[in-house]
């Protein structure tokens, strides 16, 4: 892997001197790097002092038209699928990808250097990460990296004292997941130093998935045992104590990365930008917008009861859309530095939901969510399907 390197230039008053370390972050499962010592000094210059530039070696633009992103998990980027998820954004309007570096389960998608604290939760789904970069940068694909937060079964199971314990065993949700615990900066720091290691690989944005508390929280934060760590007293809110946990993460990972001149976004659930926040997951929609570079909210039409007057969502992909658009534009309307819109919309069929409540979605109803965006000012969106298998003939850009 090659060699990249944190340069740091600082400018002072009748001198000009250049210093170079290699960043590091101690993190609750490995040692720390060996030179964070000295990348703690030049952290704790003020920001008038010290400028950082980052360079990875790789050149990427972002795209002049907007995003136009598919999700490629760590799987299907390290595997065959990769070259034809190439093929389709050289062969359409799409430019972008969003690659698992952090999957849902708490892994690395790649194996690091044998001494990375990062190794012993790592999996060899991507085999030549640097192969993957320049990959992408041949073609011309703008790279996200995914990292998923607050859902971690490996780091709650390695140690249960960051998650949530019930009866002193790790709380698992009805699918098995386990759940980290936000109100702990231990777990921030871990999450940033993952974040830290993808730009170093390339990535020019970092989007954060699962910043959130577990869904129905509120029905639990009485019963399950967890420490609310600097959250402690307060007026007694718990929802805001929530609120307040998840917010400060964000802006404390922006402040985090901003050495690094990279796009920081955020995933959030579509229904929480509709009400004033959600209670038991502690998002809200316009303090995590205020301190983000890209909004995405998850708006497949599958994903709602029925909502803007609609009885069958999952029927309605241009309803749907077009209803959730205006209303995030109100809110977005009125922050004074709004961050840019790139929602999430369906490419899968959610045949779950049972007869009559839902269709097969291909090539119409992908490009009726697309044009409810457009017509709503929104030209940037990204496509999920888990599988990563994506509908052949769609106009992207409409």
């Not at 995933?267 to 004033?276: E, N, P, R, V």
Request: charged share 25%.
């Amino acid at each position: 892997m090659k060699m990249l390197m944190l340069i740091c230039v600082f400018s002072l008053v009748g001198a000009g001197t250049a210093f170079a370390a290699e960043t590091g972050t101690s993190i609750a499962i490995g040692k720390e790097h060996q030179h964070k010592a000295v990348a703690k000094t030049a952290l704790e210059l003020p920001n008038d002092v010290a400028r950082f530039l980052y360079d990875s070696g790789y050149q990427f633009a972002y795209p002049e038209d907007g995003v136009r992103g598919i999700y490629v998990t760590g799987n299907s980027a390290g595997g065959e699928r990769f070259s034809n998820l190439i093929e389709l954004i050289n062969t359409t309007d799409l430019n972008a990808m969003v690659i698992d570096i952090k999957e849902d389960h708490g892994h690395l998608t790649y194996r690091p250097e044998e001494d990375s604290p990062f190794y012993p939760i790592s999996k060899n789904y991507i085999h030549d990460p640097e192969q993957l970069m320049k990959t992408l940068e041949e073609n011309e694909v703008y790279p996200i990296a995914r990292i998923v937060v607050f859902k971690d079964s490996v780091l709650a199971e390695q140690q249960p004292e960051l998650s949530f314990l019930d009866g002193g065993k790790i709380w698992k949700n009805g699918r098995g997941e386990a759940f980290v615990n936000p109100f702990l900066k231990e777990v921030w720091d871990y999450n940033i130093a993952i974040a830290e290691e993808a730009v170093k690989l390339g990535f020019q944005e970092i989007q954060f998935d699962y910043v959130r508390f577990p869904e129905g929280f509120e029905r639990r934060d009485d019963v399950l045992q967890y420490s609310v760590g600097e959250y402690e007293g307060g007026d007694g809110d718990h929802v805001q104590s929530r609120v307040a946990a998840v917010t400060d993460f964000v802006s404390y990972a922006k402040e985090r990365l901003e050495k690094y001149d990279v796009d920081v976004s955020v995933d959030i659930f579509g229904y929480s930008a509709t009400i004033t926040e959600a209670p038991g997951i502690g998002q809200n929609f316009s303090k995590i917008a205020n301190e983000v570079d890209v909004i995405s909210s998850m708006i497949y039409p599958s994903h709602w009861t029925p909502y803007f007057g609609i009885d069958k969502p999952d029927l309605f992909p241009y309803e749907l859309t077009r209803e959730y658009a205006k209303v995030e534009n109100g809110i977005l309307a009125q922050l004074d530095n709004p961050p840019v819109s790139r929602p999430w919309i369906q490419d899968f069929t959610a045949s779950w939901l049972g007869s009559g409540n839902y269709q097969p979605y291909g090539k119409e109803e992908v490009e009726d969510q697309i044009r409810a965006l457009n017509e709503q000012g929104i030209n940037e969106f990204l496509l999920w399907n888990a599988t990563n298998r994506y509908t052949a003939g769609v106009d992207y850009k409409q």
